[in-house]
C-alpha cells in the first residue's frame, strides 16, 4: 500500500476519481464501492473519506465530469440542426453508457446534489440545447423548452436503453421524431411558459 504522505490530497483526490470512473466504466455504477476504490488506489478506506464526504461526493463528482464531456460533445453540433443534436446526445450516451447511467440514475433518484459547479453545468448545457432551437418571443421560454428537449432525449434513451439494451438504431429513429418535433417555430412559439 502506498504510503499517506506519498501524495498530496489533491492528488489524493483526483486518484480516487480516476479510480471510481474506470470501476464505473468497466462494471458499472452498482459496482461502485469505496473499498473497491481504495484497493485500487492503493491506500485505506479512511483515506478516501479524507477528500470525500462520502460516495454520494464522489458521484456526484464524477457526474460533473459526465456533464462537462457531454457539453463537450454537443458543442460540436453546427447551426440549429436538432437531429445531428440528438444524434450526438445518443452518440455520447454510447461511447460512456455506464457514466451516463449512474448520472441518469442519480437524476432519478433525486441525489443529484445541486451544488453551484453541477448547477453551473447543468444551466451551460441548457443554454447550449437552446442554442440550436428556433428563436421564441420569450428567453424564458426558449429555456424552457430546451430543458423539456433534453429531458425528452434523456427519456428515449433511459427507457429504450434499459438494462443494457443496445438497440441504438431505434432509439436514434425515436430521437429523430423527438427532435424534429421541436423544430417547428410556429407551434413552439404559440405555448406560453407558466
Known sequence: MARRNKHTPEEIKAMVLCAAKAIVIEQGGSALTVRKIAQRIGYTVGSVYMVFENMADVIRHINEQTLENLFRDLAQVQGHDLQALGCAYLGFVKQNYHCWCLWSESQANGHHHASESYQAKVDALI????????????????????????????????????????????????????????????????????
Do not use: Y
Not at 131 to 145: A, F, I, V, Y
Not at 168 to 193: M, W
Open 127 to 194: 443554454n447550449l440545447i437552446g442554442s440550436h432551437l428556433p428563436n421564441t418571443e420569450t428567453p424564458g421560454l426558449k429555456r424552457q423548452l430546451a430543458k423539456t428537449l433534453w429531458g425528452s432525449m434523456q427519456g428515449v434513451c433511459a427507457t429504450q436503453l434499459g438494462n443494457g439494451a443496445d438497440n441504438f438504431r431505434e432509439v436514434e429513429d425515436n430521437l429523430r421524431i423527438l427532435t424534429g418535433l421541436f423544430c417547428c417555430k410556429p407551434s413552439l412559439t404559440r405555448i406560453r411558459p407558466g
